[in-house]
């Protein structure tokens, strides 16, 4: 059975600090995206990693993408209260066309 | 439109009556997907359409739940007989297809009370 799997699920971090969110899926797949979703609201698209050892940054976010590890991080620098949110990953098996979706990491920065 | 267009946004019905809900995607987005999203869940694969090609059906949790696409645009979600469990947010989504790689564009949702 296909699984992605994301940790921790709950996140409650003091501003300032660093943190990562780990993505681990059990499919063979080269395409990987992370999506942010605010109360209430829908996904927004934040990164799209195409190829093993794919590093993007945005800000105080960083993707990275090991398909050799089926595992992708997210990591967050030096956080601000505006990162709370739910973050998701998604995975694309190989041959198929589905987005798959992890179980959400609810991130909370404390001021 | 600019974006993923979707209505209702708010829709509350009665157990076993029918709803339908539809979705207006980016022009050119042709890959089409529907996800169900219950309160502080991930997000469940619904359906598929691309082109004219046959949809792949296989998240549908029953056969109360049927969706279709009109001329490779506006796609529509009906839920027949709708149960409590059904309570959730549909998110739409779309794709260009000729764009390798492309993430998909979520529309708001709509969001769906059994009574």
């Known amino acids: 059975e296909l699984k992605v799997e994301q940790n921790p699920l709950f996140l409650s971090m003091q501003e300032g600090k660093n943190y990562t969110i780990y993505c681990n899926y059990s499919t063979t797949s080269d395409r990987l995206y992370w999506y942010r979703q605010d109360p209430g609201k829908s996904l927004e698209s934040l990164f799209v990693?195409?190829?093993?050892?794919a590093v993007k940054q945005e800000g105080r976010l960083m993707a990275s993408l090991d398909t050799k590890a089926r595992l992708s991080t997210l990591h967050i620098t030096a956080a601000v209260h505006d990162l709370s949110a739910t973050y998701f990953c998604?995975?694309?098996?190989?041959?198929?066309?589905?987005?798959?979706f992890g179980t959400g990491t609810r991130l909370k920065v404390l001021a | 439109g600019a974006g993923v267009s979707q209505s209702p946004s708010n829709k509350v019905t009665e157990k076993g009556k029918d709803v339908e809900l539809r979705c207006d995607p980016i022009s050119g987005h042709t890959a089409l997907y529907w996800y169900r999203q219950s309160l502080g869940q991930g997000l469940e694969f619904l359906i598929y359409f691309q082109g004219n090609s046959a949809p792949d059906k296989s998240g549908l949790p029953s056969d109360r739940f049927s969706a279709e696409r009109t001329g490779g645009s506006v796609s529509t979600l009906t839920i027949q007989r709708t149960q409590q469990e059904d309570s959730a947010v549909y998110l739409c989504?779309?794709?260009?297809?000729?764009?390798?790689?492309?993430?998909?564009?979520f529309g708001e949702g709509s969001w769906l009370t059994v009574v």
């Open positions: 998604a995975v694309v098996p190989s041959g198929t066309y589905k987005y798959i």
């Open positions: 989504a779309g794709r260009d297809p000729g764009v390798p790689g492309n993430t998909i564009y």
């Open positions: 990693l195409l190829s093993n050892g």
